[in-house]
């Protein structure tokens, strides 16, 4: 009986220690502008991602084992962005979430050829198939979506405003293959401006803008940048509708213009129509989504997405191969992902779409400057409702 016992304890005090590690977090690492000219949009994808951690670890964590999101701030640099990969990169981590802007993805973009899996939180670059993906539906089907809204709304005359950045370039070089697509057939770009995102005033180009006469206006610009363009078209009394990029759909960005701004839209994911809330495969994430920032007293904004549904499906990766996935497994994971629901839509990389999200994956909302609300105004795809 003796030996039995001391038997049972041996086990015991085995047992005691692996018990323990099991209750350490898997760690998941973060590259995010906390920090510099990008920070107003890291620092809204750090909230949105340590409330999916939570989620998460309500929901079993990966296979009983928390997780946690470990962030490193790239000061909005995209030298210090590639500095702080090869730093992971050395610690022989199989994931990197992030990072966050056009520049900073491609700064990181060459060094993503074998691992770690890199996934970033703009949808402003195409990765070729490979080791770097990117969140939400891209820059070519986010642009002709809100191009469309646009045309389908009836405008015939466009006007450009285009920021003379990373963002502005991409646009500037996708812009005219956008606009020649057969649907977007009747539309004539009547002005088409440039300005430096250091600049404290854009009056002369939104007086050249205005004197076209355009029906609607498209901004490639975020961020103060963004800010600036506002307040050029208020103080210079441009009043035509305006498209741009779900990164400018930020109350703080939005709520100093009060009601003087004028209708601006924004491509944002289906989620954000109520009805995917209520039904359909969406259901259940958006719930989630949404009772988690009801908790946290947060206000939800389309760009949650972009960090939402990346660390989704980085734990969804180690719940299926378990916390000791190689970077290979983890890409060929994500390589062979499909119906997989998020608030960006379904997600399907089969097709060596580094997004796994399309046109379909698109809507428009309008902001309703009185209530600081958003609001669809578009089908999937950009056609009004």
């Known amino acids: 009986?003796?030996?039995?016992?001391?038997?049972?304890?041996?086990?015991?005090?085995?047992?005691?220690?692996?018990?323990?590690?099991r209750q350490d977090p898997f760690v998941i690492n973060v590259i995010d502008p906390l920090t510099g000219s990008s920070a107003y949009l890291g620092n809204q994808l750090h909230t949105v991602v340590q409330l999916y951690e939570d989620v998460a670890n309500r929901t079993g964590g990966i296979n009983g084992q928390p997780v946690h999101f470990n962030f490193f701030d790239d000061e909005s640099k995209p030298l210090v962005a590639v500095q702080l990969l090869h730093q992971l990169a050395d610690q022989h981590v199989a994931v990197v979430l992030g990072p966050d802007s056009q520049a900073e993805c491609r700064a990181v973009l060459p060094f993503t050829t074998q691992g770690p899996v890199v996934y970033c939180f703009t949808p402003g670059i195409m990765p070729p198939p490979g080791y770097l993906f990117s969140a939400g539906a891209d820059i070519t089907h986010t642009e002709h979506v809100l191009l469309k809204y646009a045309h389908d709304s009836g405008a015939k005359r466009l006007a450009l405003l285009v920021a003379n950045d990373a963002t502005g370039q991409g646009s500037d070089k996708l812009l005219p293959v956008t606009l020649a697509?057969?649907?977007?057939?009747?539309?004539?770009?009547?002005?088409?401006?440039?300005?430096?995102?250091s600049t404290i005033s854009v009056a002369a180009q939104v007086a050249r803008i205005k004197a076209a006469n355009p029906q609607y206006l498209y901004i490639s610009a975020t961020g103060t940048p963004f800010q600036t363009v506002m307040r050029g078209i208020i103080d210079g009394g441009l009043d035509v509708p305006i498209v741009t990029s779900s990164a400018n759909m930020d109350l703080k960005t939005l709520a100093p213009f009060g009601t003087s701004m004028p209708r601006i839209a924004f491509n944002a994911p289906p989620s954000w129509d109520d009805r995917t809330a209520r039904s359909g495969p969406l259901k259940m994430v958006v719930s989630e989504y949404r009772d988690a920032f009801k908790a946290?007293?947060?206000?939800?904004?389309?760009?949650?997405?972009?960090g939402?549904?990346?660390?989704?499906?980085?734990?969804?990766?180690?719940?299926?191969?378990?916390?000791?996935?190689?970077a290979d497994?983890?890409?060929?994971?994500?390589?062979?992902?499909?119906?997989?629901?998020?608030?960006?839509?379904?997600?399907?990389?089969?097709?060596g779409n580094q997004h796994g999200l399309?046109?379909?994956?698109?809507?428009?909302?309008?902001?309703?400057?009185?209530?600081q609300r958003f609001f669809p105004v578009s089908k999937p795809g950009g056609v009004p409702l």
Not at 182 to 187: E, F, K, R, T
Not at 311 to 325: C, E, H, M, Q, W
Request: glycine share 8%; net charge negative.
């Open 308 to 326: 939402w549904d990346p660390a989704s499906i980085l734990v969804d990766a180690f719940r299926k191969l378990g916390t000791n996935a190689t």
């Open 1 to 21: 009986m003796r030996t039995l016992l001391a038997v049972l304890g041996i086990v015991t005090i085995c047992l005691a220690p692996a018990g323990a590690a």
């Open 358 to 371: 399309g046109e379909n994956n698109v809507i428009i909302v309008q902001y309703d400057a009185a209530h």
């Open 296 to 306: 946290a007293n947060r206000i939800p904004s389309p760009n949650d997405e972009l």
């Open 329 to 351: 497994q983890v890409h060929d994971f994500i390589e062979g992902l499909h119906d997989f629901p998020g608030l960006g839509g379904l997600y399907d990389f089969r097709s």
């Open 181 to 197: 697509k057969p649907d977007l057939a009747g539309m004539d770009v009547v002005a088409y401006e440039h300005f430096d995102p």
